[in-house]
């Protein structure tokens, strides 16, 4: 049984809200959102240098970049990079996100570069986005219909930024969502909480990594 990382927020009355509505066992009451198709695609968000930072303390890493989360991305990165290697050995496709921030004029400047150890691999889309879901001015939703994709695997950050707002996207366009909560993260650790308890509630089947990894396997099997 999944250990969410946000029931320590939880008050007793929310915990009976949760269980009486039924939010526990079946999500949103309005639309499907704890289901998994056939034929999901991981889509690696934001994992960039001027995002990550280097392997330090958040309040060193944001003196060289204010947006930079330090060890907190790198606490996320030991679990996203094994997961990234079980998908690709189940052949399942992997797709990434860089921000372009209006800043930045060179597109390939090296603050953009995604980081080493979740780096893409010869043939996986990038996708460049200037806002905060993966969806808006992109052709991501093209993408993920002429290759037939039914389920977004969400890894990377911000949990409550562009993870949430590319979640909300996806489920509004119909497709399955899974989160692996040890490969999401957020410089604030109430924002990271609160928002995967949100999406859980509303948009998408919230899980730890062991169970997204043992769903990988049954695709291709």
């Given at each position: 049984?999944?250990?969410?990382?946000?029931?320590?927020?939880?008050?007793?009355?929310?915990?009976?809200?949760?269980?009486?509505?039924?939010?526990?066992?079946?999500?949103?009451?309005?639309?499907?959102?704890?289901?998994?198709?056939?034929?999901?695609?991981?889509?690696?968000?934001?994992?960039?240098?001027?995002?990550?930072?280097?392997?330090?303390?958040?309040?060193?890493?944001?003196?060289?970049?204010?947006?930079?989360?330090?060890?907190?991305?790198?606490?996320?990165?030991?679990?996203?990079?094994?997961?990234?290697?079980?998908?690709?050995?189940?052949?399942?496709?992997?797709?990434?996100?860089?921000?372009?921030?209006?800043?930045?004029?060179?597109?390939?400047?090296?603050?953009?570069?995604?980081?080493?150890?979740?780096?893409?691999?010869p043939g996986?889309?990038?996708?460049?986005?200037?806002?905060?879901?993966?969806?808006?001015?992109?052709?991501?939703?093209?993408?993920?219909?002429?290759?037939?994709?039914?389920?977004?695997i969400v890894?990377?950050?911000?949990?409550?930024?562009?993870?949430?707002?590319?979640?909300?996207?996806?489920?509004?366009?119909?497709?399955?969502?899974?989160?692996?909560?040890?490969?999401?993260?957020?410089?604030?650790?109430?924002?990271?909480?609160?928002?995967l308890l949100?999406?859980?509630?509303?948009?998408?089947?919230?899980?730890?990594?062991?169970?997204?990894?043992?769903?990988?396997?049954?695709?291709?099997?």
């Amino acid at each position: 049984m999944t250990e969410y990382v946000w029931k320590d927020l939880l008050t007793e009355e929310d915990e009976q809200v949760i269980s009486k509505a039924g939010y526990d066992q079946g999500g949103a009451s309005s639309w499907e959102t704890r289901e998994l198709g056939d034929s999901p695609l991981v889509l690696v968000i934001d994992m960039q240098r001027l995002i990550v930072g280097e392997d330090e303390p958040i309040l060193n890493a944001v003196e060289s970049h204010r947006t930079a989360m330090g060890e907190i991305a790198w606490d996320a990165i030991d679990r996203i990079a094994p997961f990234l290697s079980t998908a690709r050995d189940h052949d399942i496709p992997v797709a990434y996100t860089r921000l372009v921030p209006p800043s930045y004029d060179d597109p390939d400047h090296e603050d953009l570069a995604i980081v080493d150890p979740v780096a893409p691999e010869p043939g996986d889309p990038i996708i460049n986005k200037s806002h905060a879901s993966a969806f808006y001015g992109t052709d991501l939703l093209s993408q993920l219909i002429r290759r037939d994709i039914d389920t977004l695997i969400v890894v990377g950050n911000s949990t409550s930024g562009c993870v949430r707002a590319t979640v909300v996207d996806a489920q509004q366009r119909g497709f399955d969502v899974a989160l692996p909560q040890e490969c999401l993260f957020d410089r604030i650790e109430a924002s990271h909480k609160i928002a995967l308890l949100d999406m859980w509630m509303k948009y998408a089947s919230v899980l730890e990594s062991e169970e997204v990894e043992s769903y990988l396997q049954t695709i291709n099997s």
